[in-house]
């Protein structure tokens, strides 16, 4: 089941819960921040042991103070115009994170709208991708939860589902 909701991820109670990283996995503003400030240090701790995570792949580690089990830290890209294989690699960071969530038997897991802040991806565009993805995974879970920040981007969201 693929399901969409307004509100802060870091509150959900999917078994898992899918952070927006940097290569360094060094914690940062946006969804990351918010993140690490919600689990405290000890998951920075372990982001530090792992040390980095290139763009388009994700690592997985505890949750510290969440609802959620486990966080998978997945970086996408920076938008710089669509011709540096932007699509790609944020396709490859969804998917990547579905298949290290299913290696660890997670049924249910919630994802940011991944690249659309600070790094700048088109809203719809990054939506598309992300539904896309979620429907290749749908049978391995219970449920996948696209998590919105604004209304903005929850009508981004449901008007894409409505029109599959
Ligand atoms: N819950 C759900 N979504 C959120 C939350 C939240 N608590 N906070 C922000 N968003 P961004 P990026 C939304 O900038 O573009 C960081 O510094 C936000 O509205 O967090 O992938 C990292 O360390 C937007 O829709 O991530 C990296 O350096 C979405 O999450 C860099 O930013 C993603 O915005 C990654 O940039």
Redesign the pocket.
């Known amino acids: 089941m693929i399901t969409v909701r307004k509100g802060?991820?870091?509150r959900e109670d999917t078994e898992a819960i899918v952070n927006?990283?940097?290569t360094g996995l060094k914690?940062?503003?946006?969804?990351?921040?918010?993140i690490h400030r919600a689990a405290g240090p000890g998951v920075m701790d372990e982001c530090r042991r792992i040390g980095r995570c290139p763009t388009g792949e994700a690592v997985i580690t505890g949750s510290g103070r969440l609802r959620a089990k486990k966080i998978i830290h997945t970086v996408?890209p920076i938008w710089r115009g669509g011709g540096q294989h932007e699509p790609e690699l944020l396709q490859s960071a969804y998917r990547n994170s579905f298949k290290l969530a299913r290696e660890n038997g997670i049924r249910s897991i919630s994802f940011?709208?991944?690249?659309?802040?600070?790094?700048g991806y088109p809203k719809k565009e990054a939506a598309g991708i992300a539904v896309r993805v979620g429907y290749e995974f749908e049978k391995d879970f219970d449920e996948i939860r696209f998590?919105c920040?604004?209304d903005e981007?929850l009508k981004i969201y449901q008007e894409i589902l409505n029109n599959r």
């Open positions: 802060d991820i870091t927006a990283a940097n914690g940062g503003g946006g969804v990351d921040g918010a996408g940011p709208a991944i690249s659309t802040g600070v790094y998590i920040f604004s981007d």
